[in-house]
């Protein structure tokens, strides 16, 4: 009965997320996610009645996440429709690289950080200073990946410090993108916002009216066969089954590396969730050379992994262990005020400096998925442009392709955490360095705009 238990108990979370967001307008106006808000009020009843509760209630809450992030990575790309190589990076290159600096330097400034300050005053272990990036540009689905990571390495409060920090991230991500789009439009950078006031009442609540519903995807195939949900969801499941046998490969390629390296167990400890996104990407070339792509819909497949986003969100927040939190209150507080300050540097900074056209809008984008994962950076960049009158969206979409397969819970996300706790946190380091190095020398030869001052109305001279 735990499954059933817990099952209910999600959907009960999330259906009160959704009633308290729509009662009172501060939600509304910070563009707070019902999931958040759903797992925050189970963080508070576990907490204060959990004792008084059947434990099965929650109990399944921390392994949740683990399991959906798989899903959510493994349906990333399914459906997605082919788009030639050159058209993407002819687009996104100026993109990617701004997501290159950010995230490199959230690795090169956590890490430092614990060298030089945290771990000599606080005592906090050099893979604290993975958390920033983990929860910041992977969020919760990335931190519940590397669930198993933390513990089979001997830190298991890595987790629950790594869902505050995604949930910081989210809501930090939120109200300070909302200040920076305030900014923007005082000072002439973007204009034609709709604000809070200017949207009808269930456009603020979240809610669709009748007649304007969009479709949720297209059925691929007649139900008299196989309901078309059935055959997405089964299609997400060969993707996790092709990524767990490339992680099986790798295990058992690691047995014939040396000693020394078999010893550290780095395959062993490798999360699964990356490794179903390279299923995924495998799985769709398949249908596209066999000519069954059609069966794939894209958007079947975004609301699966939505779907798995949101519950996954939930039990993440709600599972949190507070007393890890407190005990590390202070390292953590300053790790992610320092987090926040870099990622505000690279929109206000390096934004006008590397786009061309549409800085705001690209630089904005990119604050909201480097503080609090890919949802947020688009809700950011709907506020700013409702009506994709700029390069900004087809942009931003195109250089995910390149940029979350190596960070945001990509492969380098998942393979930085073993490499650290195993002793090797100062190579790592350095190495982070060096790839910012170059990230930033590309900025600078290929994509620096030749005159960065920015007028009153946001227009480049």
């Known amino acids: 009965m735990i499954a059933v238990m817990s099952f209910c108990a999600i959907s009960v979370l999330l259906v009160l997320g959704i009633v308290v967001r729509s009662s009172f307008s501060i939600f509304q106006r910070l563009f707070i996610p019902s999931s958040v808000i759903g797992g925050f009020i189970g963080l508070i009843v576990i907490q204060t009645l959990g004792q008084f509760m059947s434990a099965d209630w929650f109990v399944a809450f921390g392994q949740l996440p683990g399991f959906l992030i798989n899903i959510v990575f493994a349906g990333l790309f399914l459906g997605a429709a082919a788009t030639p190589l050159k058209k993407i990076w002819g687009l996104a290159a100026p993109q990617f690289c701004f997501g290159q600096i950010n995230a490199w330097g959230q690795y090169v400034i956590g890490l430092g950080l614990v060298f030089v300050f945290l771990g000599p005053v606080f005592g906090v ?79 603020r609540v979240g809610v669709y009216p009748r007649g304007k519903q969009p479709a949720a995807g297209l059925q691929t195939v007649q139900s008299n066969s196989l309901d078309s949900l059935a055959l997405h969801i089964s299609l997400v499941g060969i993707a996790v089954l092709i990524g767990y046998g490339i992680k099986e490969l790798l295990v058992l390629g690691e047995t014939f590396t040396p000693v020394s390296i078999q010893e550290m167990g780095i395959m062993e400890s490798l999360p699964l969730f990356p490794l179903c996104m390279i299923g995924g990407v495998l799985l ?38 507070i007393e890890f939190v407190v005990a590390y209150w202070m390292p953590l507080s300053i790790l992610v005020a320092v987090g926040a300050i870099w990622n505000i540097f690279t929109v206000m900074y390096i934004g006008p400096r590397i786009f061309k056209e549409a800085w705001f809008e690209r630089s904005i984008a990119e604050f909201g998925q480097a503080m609090g994962v890919t949802a947020t950076g688009l809700m950011l960049l709907r506020t700013v442009d409702p009506d994709h009158k700029t390069v900004a969206t087809e942009a931003f979409g195109y250089k995910q392709l390149l940029h979350e397969p190596v960070m945001g819970g990509g492969l380098w996300t998942s393979l930085a955490v073993p490499l650290v706790m195993l002793g090797s946190g100062l190579v790592v380091w350095f190495f982070c360095l060096a790839v910012l190095v170059v990230a930033v020398i590309c900025w600078l030869v290929f994509f620096r705009t030749s005159q960065t001052a920015i007028s009153t109305k946001g227009i480049q001279k």
């Open 125 to 203: 272990p050099d893979v604290f200073g993975n958390l920033l990036e983990i929860g910041f540009q992977g969020g919760h689905g990335t931190v519940g990946g590397m669930a198993h990571t933390f513990d089979k390495l001997g830190w298991p409060a890595g987790a629950d410090l790594g869902y505050t920090v995604a949930t910081c991230g989210i809501v930090f991500g939120i109200v300070i993108g909302m200040v920076l789009i305030n900014i923007a439009v005082r000072k002439g950078y973007v204009s034609g916002i709709r604000t809070f006031d200017d949207k009808e009442k269930l456009e």
């Open 284 to 321: 769709q070339i398949f249908l596209r050379k066999t000519r069954l792509d059609y069966i794939a819909d894209h958007g079947q497949m975004q609301r699966i992994c939505g779907a798995s986003l949101d519950f996954l969100v939930v039990a993440a927040i709600a599972s949190i262990r």
